[in-house]
């Protein structure tokens, strides 16, 4: 079947470390995207990718990295400059031929800061 | 730009109840319209979308939305809630703006069925 991997799915760090989130995607779409979702504050795009190789900041990319090597991968790095990394992490893609904006969810990822 | 207001942080309602989970929009250019639905930890799922047609769309789970451009609105009714309806509801718009079209979303609504 077709679909959004995300790994992991729970993470556990300590203050200070780097984490890097997998988002893998089958469905042979052109976009990706990263959300950050906190209770009540809805989804917030941090970075999304558009073609390999290529990607642009969202509305709060600071403390946040990415890269887009593969049309297939996009992965996400949460870096120690970002001051509030316990968050739900969900990646997404669309397609680009025929799109609508609609988009399609992995399962996403818990990140907790220790 | 666009913005999405779900009016509704919270809604309660007894099981077999009909619900209305209300979404307004505010865009400058014509619009399609979505639906999400997301269970606790999980990622979220394509309830239903207005593209272009008919200005009532049915969705899975028996639910169904009305745009109503006048109004700007697209609110999500279904007519007898289940207990496994209880989770979070995002309304999203899309518009054509330097010639993409991104999704904005809503806060959410998170429904609570009541046995």
């Known amino acids: 079947d077709g679909g959004i991997t995300q790994s992991p799915k729970y993470l556990f760090r300590k203050e200070g470390q780097n984490v890097t989130l997998s988002c893998e995607q089958n469905l042979n779409h052109d976009a990706m995207y990263w959300y950050r979702q906190d209770p009540g504050q809805g989804l917030r795009l941090i970075y999304y990718s558009q073609i390999v190789n290529d990607f642009q900041k969202g509305d709060i990319a600071e403390g946040y990295s990415v890269s887009r090597e593969k049309k297939e991968s996009f992965p996400l790095t949460v870096t120690s400059a970002q001051k509030n990394p316990t968050a739900f992490y969900l990646c997404a893609s669309s397609t680009r031929v025929g799109n609508t904006g609609e988009l399609f969810f992995g399962e996403g990822s818990r990140l907790t800061v220790l | 730009a666009q913005s999405v207001t779900q009016l509704d942080s919270q809604v309660p309602v007894f099981e077999e109840a009909p619900v209305e989970l209300r979404c307004n929009y505010s865009?400058?250019?014509?619009?399609?319209l979505f639906w999400y639905v997301q269970y606790p930890n999980q990622g979220l799922q394509l309830l239903l979308k207005y593209l272009s047609g008919s200005t009532l769309v049915k969705g899975i789970n028996g639910f169904e939305a009305e745009f109503n451009k006048s109004q700007t609105s697209f609110h999500l009714r279904k007519p007898s809630v289940h207990i496994s309806d209880t989770a979070e509801y995002f309304c999203a718009v899309s518009s054509s703006g330097a010639g993409s079209y991104q999704l904005t979303f809503g806060k959410g609504t998170k429904l609570s069925v009541i046995p």
């Open positions: 865009s400058s250019v014509s619009v399609y």
